[in-house]
T-cell receptor, first 120, second 111 residues
Framework: GAVVSQHPSRVICKSGTSVKIECRSLDFQATTMFWYRQFPKQSLMLMATSNEGSKATYEQGVEKDKFLINHASLTLSTLTVTSAHPEDSSFYIC????????????????FGSGTRLTVV | SQQGEEDPQALSIQEGENATMNCSYKTSINNLQWYRQNSGRGLVHLILIRSNEREKHSGRLRVTLDTSKKSSSLLITASRAADTASYFCATGLTSGSRLTFGEGTQLTVNP
């Protein structure tokens, strides 16, 4: 089945530094990538949607200059948290949607395993 | 505001018992999906039900959808300790649109 590899799984960084999270679709082409953030014991909140080759669409309240999303190829999307602060500490999850997902069990949404970011 | 609201927020049962979780949503949808998340891990897709379907089964899982009440339920029968996880419903307005997640139910199955 479809697999999305997300790295790193855990990262600790100092306040003020930047962190890049990668999501790769291993065996399918992902035209759309969704990036979610999840705080402890809470639900997933959509941060942004990116389509290959175009600028990401950010949800209301998400700073696009702080959370840089790049979706330069059909198999790779990155989320860079710039000038990270302790309040950015969270669990970040990507979800990739295949180009043809209508016949997939869940319409082709495949989730990465998540990245636990801790900013100290 | 959250599209999906789930109840209960937490559920603790004994192994072998059935677990029922409910999800309500606000707008018309194309599909509703249920996911499981083990602590600190990614999401595992469990089952998808389309808006024109009323019930689906997959192994020990049974999902119902009532579009008139804008609600869905997930039933896990004969629960096992390994079923301990958080369960989320997610709604899609179209077949390829973003998913909006409910607040989740934390299920604990005691051995």
């Amino acid at each position: 089945g479809a697999v999305v590899s997300q790295h790193p799984s855990r990262v600790i960084c100092k306040s003020g530094t930047s962190v890049k999270i990668e999501c790769r679709s291993l065996d399918f082409q992902a035209t759309t990538m969704f990036w979610y953030r999840q705080f402890p014991k809470q639900s997933l909140m959509l941060m942004a949607t990116s389509n290959e080759g175009s600028k990401a669409t950010y949800e209301q309240g998400v700073e696009k200059d702080k959370f840089l999303i790049n979706h330069a190829s059909l198999t790779l999307s990155t989320l860079t948290v710039t000038s990270a602060h302790p309040e950015d500490s969270s669990f970040y999850i990507c979800s990739a949607r295949a180009t043809v997902g209508g016949h997939s069990p869940n319409y082709g949404y495949t989730f990465g395993s998540g990245t636990r970011l801790t900013v100290v | 505001s959250q599209q999906g609201e789930e109840d209960p927020q937490a559920l603790s049962i004994q192994e072998g018992e059935n677990a029922t979780m409910n999800c309500s949503y606000k707008t018309s949808i194309n599909n509703l999906q249920w996911y499981r998340q083990n602590s600190g891990r990614g999401l595992v897709h469990l089952i998808l039900i389309r808006s024109n379907e009323r019930e689906k089964h997959s192994g020990r899982l049974r999902v119902t959808l009532d579009t008139s009440k804008k609600s869905s339920s997930l039933l896990i029968t004969a629960s096992r300790a390994a079923d301990t996880a958080s369960y989320f419903c997610a709604t899609g307005l179209t077949s390829g649109s973003r998913l909006t997640f409910g607040e989740g139910t934390q299920l604990t199955v005691n051995p």
